[in-house]
Nanobody
């Protein structure tokens, strides 16, 4: 399975970006997916996750109410709509496919990872 993330860029604080992550290869379509991010000098951290059917999601507290995860299984694609961006959201964002159908915060349960896309929010 290969994951291709796109949609990152430079935006001013308060702006919006929409990330996409397209999966190709031996995708079953029955896996949870998630987004993580890593800022310079920091550990990779969980941002949000969605289960395979799209009706269950988790968000880290710092993005609740600002970020929305969704998926289109017909396109093997997961999206991350990011609104009201803040400078502290600046990071490389990675999408990942879980080993299971459920949404999970646990990084160790993700088996495939994309290459990352840079998001930079200026103040």
């Amino acid at each position: 399975v290969q994951l291709q993330a796109s949609g990152g860029g430079l935006v001013q604080a308060g702006g919006s970006l929409r990330l996409s992550c397209a999966a190709s290869g031996r995708t079953s379509g029955n896996n949870g997916m998630g987004w993580f991010r890593q800022a310079p000098g920091k550990e990779r951290e969980f941002v949000t996750a969605i289960n395979w059917s799209g009706d269950n999601t988790y968000y880290t507290n710092s993005v609740k109410g600002r970020f929305t995860i969704s998926r289109d299984n017909a396109k093997n694609t997961v999206y991350l709509q990011m609104d009201n961006l803040k400078p502290e959201d600046t990071a490389v964002y990675y999408c990942a496919v879980s080993r299971f159908a459920s949404a999970t915060l646990n990084r160790a349960l993700y088996k495939y990872w994309g290459q990352g896309t840079q998001v930079t929010v200026s103040s």
